[in-house]
């Protein structure tokens, strides 16, 4: 996995700089410099590590897909439809579990739920 340690090397630039240019806060960095950095960091295929991002903010901030930087083995999605469904499989390789999702995409791994059966049983335990 390549670090911000790695691309400051190859660029002959501090973590900080690196860290600044990666993280939008290049106020003290030239353009050009920046550039390089982002240049080097796609070519050298830098994902940002979210779990040391958010040690250091202290929060996580996880509302969209951000797996591969969380380099997670697999992943449980819940009621979901076609585009979300295809977006995501396509974005990702590694293995996926979606719940009560309402798709036709083939090749999906879908666990279905019995919204009316979950009701009757619901139902009885109060009655």
Do not use: C, H
């Amino acid at each position: 996995m390549v670090t911000l340690k790695d691309i400051a090397e190859r660029a002959g630039v501090s973590m900080m700089t690196v860290s600044r240019v990666m993280n939008g806060k290049e106020g003290k960095v030239s353009e050009k410099t920046a550039e390089r950095i982002r240049t080097l960091a796609d070519e050298m295929g830098y994902i940002p590590n979210s779990s040391a991002r958010s040690l250091a903010a202290r929060s996580s901030q996880i509302i969209t897909f951000r797996l591969r930087s969380w380099n997670a083995e697999g992943a449980i999605f819940l009621g979901l439809f076609d585009e979300e469904v295809q977006q995501i499989q396509n974005s990702n390789r590694i293995p996926l579990i979606f719940i009560d999702s309402y798709s036709n995409v083939r090749q999906l791994i879908n666990i279905g739920i019995d919204d009316y059966k979950g009701g009757q049983l619901a139902a009885n335990y109060f009655f």
